[in-house]
């Protein structure tokens, strides 16, 4: 158990046990998003840290200051040391990539012409960037001078 940074009446365990002063273990819960976090205060100041960050800054070194922390098997509830790594933004994207852990691309994609019929269908958002430019403007709808539409399929 060690002290956490900046909030000195809480201590965290390398299997992400956080203990209030009292040693009363801190409720967690689940992200938007799937990632652990809890509710921290000190003089009035409340956060909501990511429990595998701070296993992460306060067990694992991080040599080459690198400034994300990648889940090894992609599972965003699993904080053991062991499944953590420090990585930069385009390693932990490539990793998401590579393991298909991005749900954008999981979801199918409909390529359709202005009146709105279908032209193609493609299984994922990585399919359909392998023949379509700007595949993520035009799904947000921002591409400008389009000849079709993207749209993530219902």
């Known amino acids: 158990m060690v ?3 900046g909030f000195p009446n809480y ?3 390398k299997d992400g046990i956080v203990r209030n002063r009292r040693g009363v ?3 967690v819960s ?3 998003k799937g990632y652990v976090r809890c509710t921290l205060s000190h003089k009035g100041k409340k956060q909501k840290p990511y429990i595998h960050r701070l296993i992460a800054l306060h067990f694992i070194p991080n040599p080459e200051n690198k400034p994300c922390i990648n889940h090894k098997n992609g599972n965003k509830a699993d904080n053991r ?3 953590l790594e420090w990585c930069t933004i385009i390693e932990n994207n490539k990793h998401a990539v590579e393991n298909k852990l991005n749900s954008a691309f999981r979801r199918p994609v409909v390529k359709l012409d202005w009146d709105g019929n279908v032209l193609k269908e493609y299984p994922s958002a990585a399919a359909a960037k392998k023949e379509n430019k700007n595949i993520w403007e035009r799904l947000a709808g921002r591409a400008k001078n389009q000849d ?6 219902n």
Do not use: A, D, M, P
């Not at 079709?148 to 399929?153: A, D, F, H, Q, S």
């Open 148 to 153: 079709y539409i993207l749209r993530y399929k």
């Open 3 to 5: 002290n956490i940074s």
């Open 81 to 83: 040391i062991e499944n």
């Open 11 to 13: 201590t965290i365990s």
């Open 30 to 32: 689940k992200s938007k």
């Open 25 to 27: 273990v801190i409720y």
